[in-house]
């Protein structure tokens, strides 16, 4: 149950305005606030959205009952971070992030669901970030609604990639992104896309690869993986945008550390996770 406290400066103003503009909560689950039963109390007490708040009240909310829809399946997950608002998980190479199509049970949303209900927590799986199947890392969960839209806009992550060929220094990729003519999933760069800027920073080259530190201001689909081709460093292993696939059987490619502000206790938090299977098959050299 999230709360908030009314700083000195905050007397006097509505419930409605501290939760829209202070705590960032949106109209949509506001609505619902008012629907809930005791969906909003301070100091114990249940109030109304233009009920008037006065320093040093608690305002407390309680979230409608999460519906979960999605199997809970017994899979493997790796928990790099837990709270009581937030999960975050490794998700391995090959596993969808949502159910979809031909992939209903072997999803990472399966595994969080099967997790979550053991611990005996009843949110649904709200992805704040989403990684394609093959590209592995950090995906980030909010156990309840409020959590999950103020994450959206408090969230930096940072990728490491391996490319074909040789890059040195520090760059920036500023090119539009639209989708390719003919197909719902392959991407291209340039024309009239929408904009999309990549930063990345060599790290290391080894028999005509480079390794990549990369930072995005804009989240487009393939975006990592659009703008590398488009330069002619596409990613290793990923044979849709041109890179091959003699040495790594999927695209090197891995969520690695993300920050973000805590939704209700607003300290910056930095988490890490470093890739397994290409990064150590690199360090060998022994399929070079």
């Known amino acids: 149950m999230p709360s908030f406290c009314v700083e000195e400066g905050l007397d006097g103003i509505s419930v409605h305005h501290f939760l829209r503009r202070h705590c960032q909560v949106s109209a949509r ?27 040093g009240d608690v305002l407390c909310l309680t979230f409608p009952q999460d519906q979960a829809e999605i199997v809970p399946v017994d899979l493997p997950l790796t928990v790099v971070y837990e709270d009581e608002t937030l999960l975050a998980v490794n998700k391995p190479p090959s596993q969808p992030v949502h159910p979809v199509h031909e992939h209903r049970t072997d999803t990472l949303a399966n595994a969080v669901m099967y997790y979550r209900r053991n611990r005996g927590e009843t949110y649904t799986f709200r992805a704040v970030n989403r990684l394609d199947k ?13 959590a999950h839209t103020f994450l959206a806009g408090h969230t930096r992550k940072r990728y490491v990639a391996l490319c074909e060929g040789i890059l040195t220094g520090i760059g920036t990729i500023d090119t539009p992104i639209h989708r390719q003519e003919g197909s719902i999933i392959v991407r291209e760069a340039g024309g009239e896309g929408r904009a999309s800027v990549t930063h990345y920073t060599a790290l290391e080259t080894a028999y005509g690869h480079t390794l990549l530190s990369l930072w995005l201001e804009t989240g487009r689909t393939h975006q990592i993986r659009t703008h590398l081709s488009s330069i002619g460093h596409p990613l290793a292993g990923d044979d849709l945008y041109g890179g091959h696939r003699t040495v790594f059987q999927r695209q090197c490619l891995h969520c690695a550390e993300m920050q973000f502000v805590h939704p209700l206790r607003r300290e910056e938090i930095t988490i890490t996770c470093p890739p397994e299977d290409w990064i150590s098959l690199l360090a060998s050299r022994e399929m070079f």
Request: glycine share 8%; charged share 20%.
């Open 134 to 146: 093959d590209t592995s890392g950090l995906v980030l969960v909010a156990k309840n609604s409020y």
């Open 29 to 55: 689950l506001l609505a619902k606030l008012k629907r809930t039963e005791n969906g909003m109390t301070v100091n114990g007490q249940t109030v109304r959205s233009i009920d008037i708040l006065h320093a």
